[in-house]
């Protein structure tokens, strides 16, 4: 365990942080999810602009990587890009 107070205090942060990053990570992924099973062009592009806003504000925050969001992004804008 640790002894210092100021180690203590961030371990807390931490866990907090790490609640957090999970929570956000999670309700894009589900978001995703949602985008792939949608066969509603309208529907589908107003959900893109959303979960592409999600992606970003996440590759940002360094929950998931940059290159991991552009690919998530650009395969999502093709199978939009499909639908009729």
């Keep these: ?42 529907e589908a592009s107003t959900l893109l602009t959303k979960v592409i806003s999600m992606l970003d504000r996440l590759a940002k925050k360094n929950i998931i990587h940059k290159n991991k969001a552009s690919n998530n992004k650009s395969k999502l804008t093709k199978y939009v890009n499909t639908l009729k």
């Design 1 to 42: 365990m640790a002894n210092h107070k100021s180690s203590i205090k961030r371990i807390r942060t931490n866990a907090t942080k790490r609640l957090r990053n999970r929570y956000q990570a999670k309700t894009t992924r589900n978001a995703i999810k949602k985008l792939r099973i949608s066969t509603d062009k309208a």
